[in-house]
């Protein structure tokens, strides 16, 4: 899964839900890579972020900005004591 650092943080609500519903459509169209070839030459286009980094960052703005409606965030810290000699 896709790491958010938060950069839509800050943006309105409205923003973050259009930018959402815009990378969703845009998975389902499979129009994450553009490209167009002819006669020998060829143009790719990938767009800025990636759909799935996309959907992560406005994951984590939307439940930093309103918890109660998309969840709160849940952080896993793991832990490994198996090279643990003591205090």
């Known amino acids: 899964m896709a790491t958010a650092s938060g950069i839509f943080i800050g943006l309105s609500e409205s923003d973050i839900l259009a930018i959402r519903d815009k ?40 439940q930093q900005l309103d918890p109660a409606t998309y969840g709160s965030r849940v952080t896993v810290i793991r832990t490994d004591w198996r090279q643990f000699d003591g205090f």
Do not use: H, W
């Open 23 to 62: 990378a969703v459509a845009m998975l389902k169209e499979g129009k994450t890579i553009m490209s167009y070839s002819d006669t020998g030459t060829s143009v790719n286009k990938q767009f800025v972020m990636p759909v799935r980094e996309v959907l992560a960052e406005c994951k984590m703005a939307l």
